[in-house]
């Protein structure tokens, strides 16, 4: 989810392949005695059956609290948010205890997506950021270190193309949101319509912040 426009400095995006961007990185990670497949790829490269199974997690941790803020739940726009030739996204998947032996499990064999983060990169006021439109975990595989695992990929892609730091945008209303983001280093950015400075006194009306990390 992002609430405002980014303010283009006229910057090229980084046009690194998925096969780029997943240099470096570890095809699986091993948490709480659970062993999950990564994947690092562009929106053209996504399936219909997995462009479905992200909506349907993204809808299901986010319609209610949408359709009571300010930005409400519009479908086909939440796809075209999503699915923007610009999106890239971080996949964790599951793997059958069955198919972890087997080193050459493809994804059509792993149970199925139990989180992502959707981001791209962009330039805001002069800056290369990396920006975080969205973090979605089932309930079944949170508070398992996933997030934080997630984050912390995006931390690394932009110290790897030279970002200089990660953004997102999240509801007030979302208090477990809020509450590990702060956990995780994320602090209220200056963009942000409730940031107060010397400049700027008296904080805007608004259901949301904008937060940001340093790489």
Known sequence: MKLTAAVRAGRKYPKATSQELSSGFSPTVHLKDVIYSIRIALA?????????????LTEANMRDMAVQSSTGWDPSQKKKELFHQHSRFVIIYRIPEDVQSDSSTSHTLVDHIVAFAMFRFEAERGEDIIYCYELQLWPSVRRSGLGRFIMNTLVQLGAKYNMKRVKLTVLKANTPALAFYHAIGFTLDPTSPDYVDEQDPVPEECDYQILSKGI
């Not at 053209?44 to 349907?56: F, G, H, P, Q, T």
């Open 44 to 56: 053209s490269e996504l399936d219909k059956v997995e462009r479905e199974a992200i909506y349907v």
